[in-house]
């Protein structure tokens, strides 16, 4: 079946680094891609998505490209702040017959220190 | 102007009980899920329903019972909870392939 996975965490970074989380998927179809950023205690909010093979999703400084040929779709920040730290979920959306239902990978926590 | 709310945010509850949370979304949405956030931070989803009508359950335990009294609203009853059933539960709902979440509600059965 459908699957994503993320490079595991936690990632700990300083104020300004460069930011890559690794996200790789399987499906049938061509699905559309998400990340999802989770601060603590709350719920997940969009982050940028996708919908076809080589869109770039943006949004915050943070970029993902959809990469048919790789089947990836990895997150990067230039710089990142402390405001940053969270947990960051790459998910796919399964096809309609599925029910539109996300697939999420693991988590990768961010913990960015000032 | 909250999108998708759920009620309780915390539930504390003993092992053998019975307990509701419940969800809504003031979006207009058609499709609404049920995800449940383990330990680990792992997200699966649990149900889904379109319309009142229910077109995702996923492998879960029929100790857990959705029921959408209209397209609005989407409740989650467990019965007969256990220790296992420990985690935060989402609720959400889609329009255009985007998914809206809920704040969450943190069960732990003791």
């Known amino acids: 079946g459908d699957s994503v996975t993320q490079m595991e965490g936690p990632v700990t970074l300083s104020e300004e680094a460069f930011l890559t989380i690794n996200c790789t998927y399987t499906?049938?179809?061509?699905?559309?891609l998400f990340w999802y950023v989770q601060y603590p205690g709350e719920g997940l909010q969009l982050l940028l998505k996708?919908?076809?093979?080589?869109d770039k999703g943006s949004n915050k400084g943070f970029e993902a490209t959809y990469r048919k040929e790789t089947t990836s779709f990895h997150l990067e920040k230039g710089s990142v702040q402390v405001s940053d730290s969270a947990v960051y979920f790459c998910a796919l959306s399964a096809s309609y017959n599925q029910g539109g239902k996300l697939i999420f990978g693991q988590g990768t926590e961010l913990s960015v220190k000032p | 102007d909250t999108a998708v709310s759920q009620t309780p945010k915390y539930l504390v509850t003993q092992m053998g009980n019975d307990k509701s949370i419940k969800c809504e979304q003031n979006l207009g949405h058609d499709t609404m899920y049920w995800y449940k956030q383990d330990s680990k931070k792992f997200l699966k989803i649990m149900f889904s329903y379109n319309n009142k009508e229910l077109i995702i359950n996923e492998t879960v335990p029929n100790r857990f019972s959705p029921k959408s009294p209209d397209k609005a609203h989407l409740n989650l009853h467990i019965n007969s909870l256990e220790l296992g059933d420990s985690a935060v539960y989402f609720c959400?709902?889609?329009?255009?392939?985007?998914?809206?979440f809920g704040p969450g509600t943190r069960l732990t059965v003791l």
């Open positions: 996708a919908t076809k093979a080589d």
């Open positions: 499906a049938t179809g061509y699905p559309s």
């Open positions: 959400a709902s889609t329009h255009l392939n985007e998914q809206f």
